[in-house]
Every structure is written in structure tokens, then in C-alpha cells.
């Protein structure tokens, strides 16, 4: 059994008194190290949630403005691209009315030459038809 006698009274006191000491000079600064630490862990998780949320946004701005960017080369692309078709036509159009105007050209000369030809050879066939009256009739 447990008995009371004058050491467990000393003892008792040796226990409080050690207990306050050690409280006092390592279980208290052991403990606020604790704190500060988990309170130091816990801002660092709710800054690096605060970074990945303007990670986050800032890529959606990224996007974004890819996106517009993006759009905006399309729509300049498609601007040139009927400029350069309507250029196009239009060079095509000069050289389609030059090419008739040369064409036309081309059949007047023929057309004039063509009738001088006519020309020369129904002078020529009168020519040669009076030479072969005159062949036969001599004969």
C-alpha cells in the first residue's frame, strides 16, 4: 500500500515544483514553437492557395488574350485575303478587256488584210481571165 509518510510530502513538492520549472522553461517555449510553426504552415498553405488562384487568373488572361489575338489575325488574314482577290479580279479584268481590245485590233488588221487580198486577187483573176481569153482566142 501507499503510505504517507514525510518523503511523500518531499516528493509531492519536488514534483510540483519540477513540473512548474520544466512548464515554465521548456513545456511553454516547446509549445509556442508549436504554435508559431503551425501558424507559419497554415500562411503558407493560404499563400500558396492565393499564388495559385492568380496563377490561375492570370493564365485565364493569358487565354483570353490569345483567343483575341487570335481572332484578330484571322479577321486581318481574311481582310488581305479579299483584298488580294478583289486585286485579282481586277487584274484580271484589265487584262481581259486589253486582251479583247488586242483581239479586236487583230481581227480589223485581219479583216483589212484579208480584204486587200481579195482585193489583189480579184484584180488578178481579172488579169489572168483576160490572158487565158486571149490564149484561147488566138488558138
Do not use: C, H
Not at 119 to 133: E, F, G, P, Q
Request: net charge negative.
Amino acid at each position: 500500500m501507499l503510505e504517507f509518510n514525510q518523503w511523500f510530502f518531499v516528493l509531492l513538492a519536488l514534483f510540483i515544483s519540477t513540473y512548474f520549472i520544466l512548464n515554465r522553461i521548456l513545456f511553454q517555449p516547446l509549445l509556442q514553437v508549436f504554435r508559431e510553426r503551425t501558424q507559419a504552415i497554415e500562411g503558407s498553405i493560404e499563400e500558396a492557395g492565393k499564388v495559385q488562384d492568380q496563377k490561375d487568373q492570370k493564365l485565364q488572361e493569358f487565354k483570353r488574350g490569345m483567343n483575341e489575338a487570335s481572332q484578330k489575325a484571322k479577321a486581318e488574314f481574311e481582310t488581305l485575303r479579299e483584298e488580294g482577290l478583289k486585286s485579282q479580279r481586277e487584274l484580271l479584268e484589265e487584262a481581259g478587256k486589253e486582251a479583247q481590245g488586242m483581239i479586236e485590233t487583230a481581227r480589223e488588221t485581219i479583216r483589212a488584210e484579208s480584204e486587200k487580198a481579195r482585193s489583189a486577187l480579184r484584180a488578178d483573176a481579172d488579169k489572168y481571165a483576160d490572158k487565158i481569153v486571149d490564149k484561147l482566142l488566138r488558138v
